[in-house]
């Protein structure tokens, strides 16, 4: 070494089969007669490269030849790709090939890394690379799957994450079964089924096919109400779900369930449900009495009064407030005690001390039912009489106007049941009257009427008393006679007195006039 030498000595590329690119500082004054060049590099792997040295005067030299290795893996660099970029829902029919490319920071192929690779979803059958990458830094590996959905793919490389990455497309395969995607729910009777059932096609992985639109049936399967699905049936799928927002069940039940079914595919029964009664019916609810025919009471002879609480397709309604009614007076009415049971049915009871027909009905739930049902209450035993007609004011002597009696129970009734014999007579006789015709009659349903009956004196405040073996008296109300029309042969005429002298007046005799009824009685302000 030519010590003393301080001139610049250059280096630069030689032999380059890579095409690569020499970095560093490559000229340096020399330091005894040597340059040191400690920040050369080149970019580029590969075999065969030389350095030659140069400077001003001298001979250049050429290296012996030398390699350049590729750096480590670059998360950046490195690549991530599938072929084909779509493949079919499968256990391994239907396959993508995943290719992973390892190179440096340079983009320089990174050989003998080993890889590790992985997908995003689920239901993923992955195979990986069977070695270390090869000479052009690639290792590959397959996926198949058998969940439809996009499949983000990325690679480990030698430990590093590779920051790209590929995306692999799964479709489902063909349609091989239904399934219930929005499954019945409990339901009121009559009502559709709400949200709307809806049914999808799905290939033999639980896909959803969407390129399905052939038409699906559905049915009942478990039908413990025995009842009737009404509705469209039968419904056209558009990408892949067939919608039936119209089905209803007559009956209630627990337990019901559907089936769907559709050519070719397999069928599929639904979940459990419940149909439960519907709003009350006002013409298919009812009230029953039983016994139809009481006695008038305070309550020791009543009726039962039994409702059924139905929706419009005869099913028991739970549940529901009852409250009772019945027409006419006195009635005493225990209302149900509780709302209707399983069956739909409540009861409560009618008594009354008002005789006659007793029309009960009920409102259920708040809606007044339609159907009605009688009780007729019959009076109890005779126990007084009564005028039901009184007398009116008369003529002396002559008939006055009917009079009827009856006989009554305790609660005023009429007792339909007396037949008894009834006497009527004077009570108050403010004029020593006589009372005249037919004063005692035999009942008939429980009335006799008096229609021959006069009094002969005149008076103000008379009364009739009306009697009967073991019953009360009855009094009438008062009433007047009045004076019968002029008879001659009852009036007077007399004077006083009877003989006198003639005279012109200054001796007279003093006539007196009585006029009279038949019966006697005077009678004042007639003309004489």
């Known amino acids: 070494v030519a010590t003393a030498y301080a001139g610049t000595i250059n280096v630069a590329l030689g032999a380059n089969p890579p095409g690569g690119t020499l ?5 340096h004054v020399a330091v005894s007669g040597a340059g040191s060049f400690d920040d050369l590099s080149l970019d580029k792997s590969g075999t065969g490269y030389t350095l030659v040295a140069s400077a001003p ?3 250049g030299d050429t290296s012996q030849a030398f390699a350049i290795l590729p750096g480590s893996v670059s998360a950046t660099q490195s690549t991530v790709g599938v072929s084909p970029g779509t493949v079919t829902a499968s256990s391994g029919t239907s396959q993508a090939t995943i290719s992973v490319t390892a190179r440096d920071s340079f983009g320089n192929l990174v050989p003998g890394a080993s890889v590790v690779l992985a997908a995003s979803g689920s239901g993923n059958s992955i195979t990986q690379p069977s070695g270390q990458t090869d000479g052009a830094g690639v290792a590959t590996g397959t996926i198949s799957a058998t969940v439809a959905e996009a499949k983000t793919l990325n690679a480990t490389v030698s430990g590093i ?15 091989a079964q239904l399934a219930f995607a929005a499954p019945p729910s409990t ?3 009559g009502s559709p089924i709400s949200p709307a059932v809806q049914i999808g096609a799905l290939d033999a992985f639980g896909n959803p096919t969407p390129a399905f639109a052939g038409p699906v049936a559905i049915k009942l399967g478990a039908n413990p109400g025995n009842a009737t699905l009404s509705g469209t049936t039968t419904r056209t799928a558009v990408t892949g779900i067939a919608t039936f927002n119209d089905l209803a069940i007559d ?9 769907a079914q559709a050519t070719g595919l397999s069928d599929d029964t639904s979940s459990t449900f419940a149909v439960t009664a519907g709003g009350i019916s006002d013409t298919l609810s009812t009230v029953v009495a039983a016994p139809s025919a009481i006695t008038a009471s305070t309550g020791s002879s009543s009726a039962t009064i039994t409702v059924t609480a139905k929706d419009a397709f005869g099913n028991p309604v739970p549940g529901a407030v009852v409250v009772l009614a019945a027409t006419g007076a006195g009635n005493t009415l225990t209302q149900p005690a509780t709302p209707t049971n399983a069956a739909g049915v409540t009861s409560g009871t009618l008594s009354s001390t008002g005789a006659g027909p007793k029309v009960v009905s009920a409102t259920i739930g708040g809606v007044p039912d339609l159907r009605t049902d009688t009780v007729t209450v019959g009076p109890g035993t005779a126990t007084v009489l009564g005028f039901t007609v009184q007398p009116a004011n008369a003529g002396a002597g002559a008939t006055m106007a009917p009079i009827t009696v009856a006989a ?4 005023g009734n009429t007792a339909t049941g007396f037949n008894a014999t009834v006497t009527v007579a004077i009570g108050t006789n403010p004029a020593a009257g006589q009372l005249s ?10 009335v006799v009427t008096f229609d021959d009956l006069s009094i002969d004196k005149t008076g103000t405040g008379y009364t009739l008393k009306a ?11 008062a009433f007047s006679v009045s004076t019968g029309a002029f008879a001659a042969s009852r009036s007077t005429v007399a004077a006083s007195p009877a003989v006198i002298q003639a005279s012109s007046g200054t001796v007279v005799s003093t006539i007196t006039v009585t006029a009279r009824d038949t019966f006697g009685n005077p009678l004042p302000g007639l003309p004489v």
């Open 161 to 175: 994450a590779l920051i790209p990455t590929a995306t692999l497309t799964v479709n489902p395969a063909a349609p």
């Open 57 to 59: 005067s001298l001979v």
């Open 251 to 259: 009956k209630v039940g627990q337990g019901y369930t559907l089936i």
């Open 467 to 477: 009697s009967a073996a073991g019953l009360g008296d009855a009094v009438s109300s």
């Open 187 to 189: 339901v009121a009777a």
């Open 23 to 27: 970095s560093g500082t490559k000229s």
């Open 408 to 411: 009554l129970d305790t609660w």
């Open 437 to 446: 015709g037919t004063t005692s009659r035999p009942a008939v349903a429980g």
